[in-house]
C-alpha cells in the first residue's frame, strides 16, 4: 500500500468494526459501516510501515535525539516531520518514583506519570498537536472541538501556537480555570447551556455544515496517534531506569514497558492511545510485553465499565453526573478502542465513587507531589480499589496517569483540602493557632 503523502509512515486507516482498509487520503473520519447512532463513533485505526519505522529509528537513536517533545516520536505519528508540529513542545512529561505513596500501599514498585505538566496542564496537549498539525496540512481554515474543557484548552493553545483560528463547543458548567485559559489564548468560544454530550452532537453538526476541521475525540481517529506518545514515554523512561540501561560500551539503551497503567477514562480515546502505543512498540520489538490496561471511572459515569461487565460492544448511555467533570460522559465516543485496551491486556474496568476520586487528591499531592485534578485523581483512586481487590501484585511496576493538573479545578481541591484559616498579624496570634 503506498504511504500517504502528508506522513511519511502512515501505510491505512483501518476499521476496527468491519475490517476495512482505506488509503488514508480516501477518507476523513469514520468508517461507512458505522451506525448513525450510538456511542461507537471512533473506528479507524491508523496503520504504519513498522519495518520501514525500523529503518529510520532505533531506542539508540532515540536515545541521542535532543528533541524531548513529542516530535521525538514523529515517526509513529501520522506527520510528514516534526516541523509539521504546532511550536508548543507537547509530552515529555516526568515519570517518578512514588516511593512514600507506593509504601502506603505495599506496592514498591509504582511510578507517577504526571501529564498535568503539559503546556495547558491536561493530556489533551498530546491530542490537540496532532489535531492542528493535521488539519494545516489539510489547509483547513478552522477547526472545531466540543470538550468537557480540557480539550479545548489544548486546542486552543496549540492553535495560538500555530496562529489557526479555532472554535470551542463546551458546557457552561466546565470549571472557570479551563474557560478562562479558551478565552486568553483567544479561541472563538460557544458555551452550551447543556451537557458536554450535547455540545458534542452539535460540534459534529457544525463541522458537518460548515467544513471545519474537526478534532472531536473519537470521530478524529487520529487523537489516539497523539494520545499514545505517553506510553512510548512511559517505557523510553522506565528503560532509562534500569540499572544498567544505556551505559555507554555496557548496554544499549532499551524501552521496558510496566505491568500495569492505570488510567481515568470517559470517553475513552486516552486509554485506547495507551494501548496503541504499547502496540506499535511491540510492533517494533522495542518492548517485550503488554502490559495490563486499567480504565477507572467513576460511579456517577460509569459507560464503559457497565459495558464491560455486560459483556457490551457498544455501551448503553448513562446519564453522568461525576463531580470529576473532565469524565462526565454520557455516551462513550471512543468505546471500541477503549474496551479493545481493556479486554485484549487482560486489564479492567474499575469504578470509584466521587467521594473517594476526591480524596484521592491528597495522597497524590502529599505522598506522591502530583497535584491533580479529580478526574486525574481518578486514576490514583482506581489503583487503591484495585489494591484492595488484589488486581496486582506488591512488587509489580504499576504507572498511574495523572491526567490534568489540580490548577484546573481548585474548588475540587480546597473542597477537599479544607478551608483557610485567617488570623491577626501578630507573633501573639500565630502562638495561639499552633498553641505554641
Ligand atoms: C479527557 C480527560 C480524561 C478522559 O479521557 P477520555 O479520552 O475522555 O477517556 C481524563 N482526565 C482528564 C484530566 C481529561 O482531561
Ligand atoms: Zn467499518
Known sequence: MKNSPDSTFLTALRCLRCGNEYAPTA??????????????????????????????????????????????????????????????????????????????????????KDDGRNPSASFKDRASAIAVARAQMAKRTMIATASTGNAAAALAGQCAAAGQPNLIFVPKTAPPAKIAQLLVYGSTVLTIDGTYDQAFDLCQAACHEFGWYNRNTGYNHYMTEGKKTVSFEIAEQLGKRAPDAGIPGVSAPVFRAPDAVFVAVGD??????????????????????????????????AALYNAWRAGLEIPEPVQATTRADSINVDAPRDAIKALNAVRQTNGAFIVVPDEEILAAILPLARLGAVFA???????????????????????????VINTGSGLKDVNAAIHVAGGVTIIEPTLAAVKKHLRL
Open 268 to 301: 475513552g480515546c486516552i486509554i485506547g492511545g495507551v494501548h496503541k502505543g504499547f502496540k506499535d512498540l511491540l510492533a517494533l520489538g522495542w518492548i517485550e510485553k503488554m502490559p495490563r490496561l486499567y480504565g477507572v471511572q467513576s460511579t456517577e459515569s
Open 373 to 399: 485534578e479529580p478526574a486525574g485523581a481518578t486514576a490514583y483512586a482506581g489503583l487503591v480499589q484495585a489494591v484492595r481487590e488484589q488486581l496486582v501484585k506488591p512488587d509489580e511496576t504499576i504507572v
Open 27 to 112: 477518507i476523513e473520519y469514520v468508517c461507512t459501516c458505522r451506525p448513525n447512532q450510538g456511542s461507537d463513533l471512533g473506528t479507524l485505526d491508523a496503520q504504519y510501515d513498522y519495518a520501514a519505522i525500523r529503518q529510520a529509528i532505533t531506542p539508540a537513536t532515540m536515545a541521542t535525539d535532543r528533541d524531548r517533545s513529542i516530535g521525538h516520536y514523529w515517526p509513529l505519528l501520522p506527520i510528514a516531520n516534526r516541523q509539521s508540529l504546532p511550536p508548543l513542545a507537547v509530552g515529555n512529561t516526568p515519570l517518578t518514583a512514588a516511593k512514600r505513596l507506593g509504601e502506603t500501599l505495599g506496592l514498591t514498585q509504582l511510578y507517577l
